[in-house]
């Protein structure tokens, strides 16, 4: 019998890896509700508008100092708003905690 994994990537995810290509970010702003947590988590690329409150994409393509902020914003989007394209950095190991 053949498994059938699910994947946590492909096109229908917030996050889609292709490796070698640069960061792409596409926003939906029918889907954002306004919850500022990317302009709070990556301000260089994500802003509010004034207007309405939802997302104002400022960078489609940030440089690779911005990926990490452009990504754990696109994992935190209450509304999966935020599509994320290309060369996205491998998540943070957890720590061990000291204790
Ligand atoms: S985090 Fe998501 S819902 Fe909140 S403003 Fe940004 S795109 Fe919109």
Redesign the pocket.
């Known amino acids: 019998m053949t498994r059938s994994a699910r994947a946590t990537t492909g096109p229908d995810s917030p996050v889609t890896r292709r490796e070698g290509a640069p960061m792409e970010l596409v926003?939906d702003r029918e889907r954002?509700?306004?919850?500022?947590?990317?302009?709070l988590l990556a301000p260089e690329v994500?802003d509010?508008d004034e207007a309405d409150g939802?997302?104002l994409l400022l960078d489609p393509a940030p440089p690779a100092t911005h990926h990490p902020a452009a990504r754990e914003?696109a994992h935190?989007?209450?509304?999966a708003?935020?599509t994320l394209r290309g060369r996205v950095p491998a998540p943070e190991p957890d720590r061990p905690s000291g204790d």
């Not at 954002?32 to 302009?39: E, S, Y």
Request: aromatic share 4%; hydrophobic share 55%; charged share 5%.
């Open positions: 926003v954002c509700i306004g919850a500022g947590m990317c302009a994500f509010q939802r997302v914003a935190n989007c209450p509304a708003a935020i």
